[in-house]
């Protein structure tokens, strides 16, 4: 059987996905699992690592399953995987504890402490980024306070597709775009040494492994992976690429001034430079090769939100979202369907800002239904990317927008996007653009093509472009003045509702008539009880 095929491997946030694919890109099998977070404390967000792994090789066994292909069909492999985070193993390569993922809060006040004292401004001009609280940085350093026989222990620092590419070929590596989150020189691209000392993380460079570029070899399959996945000891396996990266390269998007959006789990907003550009709103990481930088805006608020109110709306379906979501999209099709729905702030699992946040919703009447919400809360969502996209329209011009999830691929939402960001957007017509973009490493890894640009560019990938409408345009501007209002009006408050504190209120000597001052009118303030918070 001739080895025509590759297989992508994306684990996401909460889903593994292992797809095959054809030279040109099309699917031709599919396969995917559930990984358990683990959140048995406050704050802790985890994955363990074993479960991570059994994950990777049901999901392989099932996309070869579903195109009825064996392992030997299979050239070679690509992987990608959810960023930011750490996975570390001790000396002997074994886990060290369970993985801790980007939507990990444990940090918090560690990161608030780097910001009080100006540390965090140091690292800035650096690394090309402040510390997030979910950096691999600022979690080492607080398993250094708070864990630190656990810190004394660590073998190698790695990330979650590093972990998967281990289990595959037996070889710890990590790759540029990984590295870059946290441990690099804005300038060289290379670890820094002067950033670890800056956060007194000086002992871990010895732990820092290999770093390699997303398109080089990661090692072979070894016989025992392969029994395990059905694949063929001794395939290929690229080094990868950090998700994001992945789902701007499966996009289509691999040049520089080329702006990619993805509404999942996170949202991501990234655009290509050939330089580098640094400032605030923004982090500035390595891109794929060296010589290209990707100036990120990133927060924890995005299609989840869509998530957490389909599952609390109709918990008995399997596919809650997109019900609600054709709610939606039929009323709005209707002549006349539009109306004034509440407004939306997406931050049930985080937010743009350097405060606590919490989720909120505005504008609450007796009239609105489930639709509404969840039309509110795609609105929002959108809005939300829309700060992060004017941050980045400051480093340089953009040549064109992509955007993938969210449901981006339904018109209507597409139209919000276009309408909302008062720009042309592509919607491509591709699924699992994190694995395609895995896949098409492993492509330029084993010779098939030269680089990732011209890999892309023999991939089929149809744009279905949308342009904003005048009037909806004009509206949208004025309800995102109000969204950036409330933002502005709500930071006094957040603390408390995150922390679950009270006010402490002075007593009422005598009645305070109404007139004595303003009244911030909103109609319901939602945010997650203590112990569903990541």
């Known amino acids: 059987m001739r080895q025509d095929f590759t297989i992508g491997i994306d684990s996401g946030s909460t889903t593994t996905k292992a797809v095959v694919f054809s030279p040109t890109g099309a699917i031709m099998g599919t396969g995917r699992r559930r990984v358990a977070q683990h959140m048995d404390r406050p704050h802790h967000v985890e994955r363990d690592m074993y479960e991570a792994w059994e994950a990777v090789t049901a999901s392989v066994q099932d996309a070869l399953a579903d195109a009825g292909l064996d392992g030997s069909a299979i050239a070679a492999v690509g992987l990608t995987a959810h960023g930011d985070g750490v996975f570390l193993l001790d000396r002997s390569s074994k886990p060290l504890g369970r993985g801790i993922m980007s939507l990990d809060s444990r940090a918090t006040a560690l990161h608030e402490q780097w910001h009080r004292t100006g540390l965090s401004d140091l690292v800035l001009p650096v690394a090309g980024q402040r510390p997030y609280t979910y950096s691999a940085n600022t979690l080492l350093a607080w398993i250094r306070d708070n864990e630190p026989d656990r810190y004394a222990a660590i073998g190698s620092v790695i990330f979650a597709k590093d972990w998967i590419r281990y289990c595959l070929t037996g070889e710890i590596a990590t790759d540029l775009t990984e590295a870059s989150t946290s441990f690099t020189d804005l300038q060289t691209q290379d670890y820094s040494d002067d950033l670890l000392e800056i956060l007194g993380l000086q002992e871990i460079r010895k732990a820092l492994p290999e770093m390699r570029l997303s398109c080089e070899s990661g090692g072979a399959l070894t016989p025992e992976a392969a029994a395990l996945t059905g694949l063929k000891a001794g395939t290929p396996v690229s080094v990868g690429l950090h998700d994001v990266t992945a789902a701007a390269v499966g996009m289509g998007y691999t040049q520089a001034d080329d702006l990619s959006i993805t509404a999942g789990t996170f949202s991501i907003n990234e655009v290509f430079r050939d330089r580098p550009v640094v400032g605030e709103g923004w982090a500035c990481r390595a891109g794929y090769r060296r010589g290209l930088w990707n100036c990120m805006a990133i927060s924890p608020a995005s299609s989840s939100n869509l998530e957490w109110l389909a599952k609390l709306l109709r918990p008995e379906e399997q596919d809650a979202a997109r019900q609600l979501s054709a709610e939606m999209e039929s009323r709005l099709l209707k002549p006349g369907g539009r109306h004034q729905v509440p407004l939306y702030h997406p931050f049930l699992f985080g937010s743009p800002y350097e405060v606590p946040a919490s989720a909120s919703l505005f504008g609450v009447q007796s009239w609105h239904d489930r639709a509404d919400l969840f039309q509110a809360m795609v609105e929002g969502t959108i809005f939300n990317h829309r700060e992060h996209v004017d941050a980045l329209r400051q480093t340089g011009p953009v040549r064109r927008i992509g955007v993938s999830g969210g449901g981006s691929g339904q018109p209507v939402i597409a139209q919000m996007f276009a309408d909302i960001l008062g720009a042309d957007v592509e919607i491509p017509e591709v699924r699992e653009a994190g694995a395609l973009g895995a896949a098409l490493t492993a492509s330029v890894a084993i010779g098939r093509y030269a680089d990732l640009e011209e890999a ?62 303003p009244v911030l009118n909103y109609a319901a303030v939602g945010f997650l009880p203590q112990e569903a918070r990541p």
Do not use: C, K, N
């Open 456 to 517: 892309v560019s023999a991939q089929t990938i149809p744009m279905q472009t949308y342009r904003p409408q005048t009037e909806r345009r004009h509206v949208y501007e004025g309800i995102y003045r109000r969204y950036v209002a409330l933002t502005q009006a709500m930071r006094p408050f957040w603390s408390d509702l995150y922390d679950g504190g009270a006010v402490q209120a002075e007593p009422v000597t005598a009645p305070v008539p109404v007139e004595a001052g």
